[in-house]
């Protein structure tokens, strides 16, 4: 199969799966965006990005079956592709997005307004205590 062919298969085994868990998820991507704005698709992308260095640099074996670098290749591209249509819809192009220079890395800590996020690659938002506000106080999954 050409290169073109695995791309336009991949692209829609995406899109279809960034619906599908945008709907189980009740829209949270885009009202954390809302709530919190650009920041909050930094921070996804950096857990991503913390999650496939542990898995391809430090060549660490997930312990979770559906954590797979392929499915943080995926992860990545979908929280990508997420943000390019929450910023599609609202009409919001590159001179208009604040800088996300309130986030700050220190000590394997990934901190934004109100609230820090573990660099941890097993950490979901939607448990975070400190960000239950968020999800309504209940937990998803």
Do not use: C, W
Not at 9 to 32: A, C, M, P, W
Not at 95 to 105: D, F, G, Q, R, S
Not at 116 to 139: A, H, I, M, R, W
């Amino acid at each position: 199969m050409s290169l073109d062919r695995h791309l336009e298969e991949i692209s829609r085994e995406l899109v279809e799966t960034i619906q599908k868990k945008n709907h189980d998820y009740g829209n949270s991507f885009e009202k954390l965006f809302d709530r919190i704005g650009l920041d909050y698709a930094v921070i996804r992308q950096m857990e991503k990005t913390d999650r496939l260095e542990s898995l391809v640099i430090n060549n660490l074996a997930p312990q979770v079956d559906d954590e797979s670098t392929e499915d943080t290749f995926k992860d990545i591209a979908g929280y990508a592709l997420l943000t390019l249509a929450v910023l599609r819809k609202r009409g919001m192009k590159d001179t208009e997005l604040e800088a996300p220079e309130k986030i700050t890395v220190k000590d394997g800590q990934i901190t934004a307004p109100n609230f820090t996020v573990p660099s941890n690659p097993n950490y979901y938002p939607q448990f975070d205590p400190q960000l239950s506000q968020f999800f309504g106080g209940k937990e998803n999954g």
